[in-house]
């Protein structure tokens, strides 16, 4: 396990053994983030959203007004995963009797 795959598994984000409930499921597989040429900073628990917008970006020339729904999801899901991270950090700070790991 590397030491990404350790943190994630910290926070609650891995998808190894020790995925919690209410973790997110990557939907999009490895194959369909690298067919959409997605950078791997994007490759998330949100990329099988962002296979469809950055498709609609394309399509339209990049027109902001016309991927609206597709971009408002995409956002609306990076925004559910930084909650989740944060709550899992919260609780992990809260075991240790709120030191900081840093």
């Known amino acids: ?6 943190v994630k598994d910290a926070v609650g984000l891995g ?4 995925v919690t409930e209410g973790a997110p499921k990557i939907q999009a597989t ?10 791997l900073a ?17 399509d339209n020339y ?6 609206m729904d597709e971009r408002h999801g995409y956002e609306k899901c990076q925004y559910d995963e930084f909650k989740l991270r944060v709550k899992k950090m919260d609780e992990i700070r809260a ?3 709120g030191e900081r790991s840093n």
């Open 62 to 67: 990049y027109m902001a007004w016309r991927c």
């Open 42 to 58: 994007y490759r998330d628990s949100c990329a099988h959203l962002l296979i469809p917008l950055n498709k609609c970006r394309y």
């Open 95 to 97: 075991e240790k009797g």
């Open 15 to 18: 998808h190894h053994g020790g």
């Open 30 to 39: 490895r194959e369909e983030m690298s067919a959409a040429r997605l950078p």
């Open 1 to 6: 396990m590397t030491v990404v795959e350790s």
